[in-house]
């Protein structure tokens, strides 16, 4: 057992817990939906905090994903004291379900046209700041809870190196200042190439073969093409794997750590993302104390605040 640190355990039951003691200071609420770049968003990513959602309009995440089960998943746990903004409302029947097992009211939710919504919170007085997932290009920066360009630094796989813990050895290559084709590659299989601010997974590739190579370079030139990538990592493959976990934790404006539990991964032997069993207190997460204290520490130097999952 690690007795150098001493985290304690969320004992709340919902988000707005988590975060309430962070958000006396001002009028909050939360956006539910991560942004996109499809052509059916209102509001695209398209300027400086890119999301890889798709190299093609036709292989981009759907509204359903990005406007409905991401956003009602978050509003299922989110409470009543943080005020949700959702672009599509939830089925009556669902919410009704999520009353009956989670007994908040969800008298709190506030549903906003989605072809208005970040105009319409940006100039409203309702709200101070707005608590996102991921930085929005249209949500003006004084608008965020936390700064867009602190939010996507920590987001970029290409800071993976700068927190402070043991992780893969990889290179990162900036796509305007290096041509992809003079990038020099391992020259054995397996290893990773990585989009740096991937939704759910998409731009990563695990190359096992030329085939795979060719598949992923292809994927990056078109992200190229549209101009939503700027930087890519290459890195080595974890080989001998014993398990797969997801961490997740809260660091408040005051650095100080909440523990909220650990996600056994599954994935498929080719490394796709099947889901995760959730057995949180039976999972000894002081083997992970260390790497929380570091990531934790260097969040809160940035000056973020919210949950953190590695």
């Not at 007795?3 to 355990?9: A, E, H, K, R, V």
């Not at 695990?206 to 093409?225: F, G, H, M, P, T």
């Not at 002081?286 to 969040?299: D, L, N, P, V």
């Amino acid at each position: 057992m690690n007795s150098t640190y001493d985290f304690p355990y969320f004992q709340g039951n919902s988000l707005s817990d988590l975060f309430a003691p962070d958000i006396t200071d001002a009028r909050y609420a939360f956006i539910l939906n991560y942004p996109a770049t499809a052509s059916w968003a209102a509001y695209p990513n398209r300027e400086k905090y890119f999301i890889q959602d798709g190299s093609s309009e036709a292989t981009k995440t759907s509204f359903d994903k990005i406007g409905q089960k991401e956003p009602w998943k978050n509003l299922a746990v989110l409470g009543d004291a943080i005020p949700g903004i959702v672009i599509n409302s939830p089925p009556n029947s669902l919410i009704d379900y999520w009353r009956e097992h989670f007994d908040f009211s969800y008298s709190s939710m506030e549903m906003i046209d989605c072809s208005t919504y970040l105009e319409d919170l940006g100039r409203s007085d309702r709200f101070d700041k707005l608590i996102t997932l991921f930085p929005f290009d249209n949500l003006k920066p004084e608008k965020h809870a936390v700064h867009p360009d602190i939010h996507y630094h920590l987001l970029s796989k290409a800071t993976l190196a700068e927190l402070g813990v043991q992780c893969p050895k990889y290179q990162t290559y900036n796509l305007h200042e290096v041509n992809l084709e003079s990038i020099e590659l391992p020259e054995q299989f397996p290893y990773l190439i990585k989009a740096s601010h991937g939704l759910s997974g998409e731009g990563t590739y695990i190359i096992k073969s030329a085939s795979d190579l060719n598949y992923c370079l292809q994927e990056v030139r078109k992200y190229l093409d549209i101009k939503l990538l700027d930087t890519i990592i290459v890195s080595e493959f974890v080989k001998n794997e014993v398990q797969n976990y997801c961490v997740q934790f809260y660091v408040s404006k005051t650095g100080n750590i909440r523990l909220i539990g650990t996600t056994t991964q599954l994935v498929t032997p080719e490394g796709s993302y099947l889901g995760g069993l959730i057995h949180y207190r039976e999972t000894d997460m002081s083997r992970f104390f260390e790497m929380i204290a570091a990531i934790g520490k260097y969040a809160h130097q940035q000056g973020y605040f919210g949950v953190i999952g590695f």
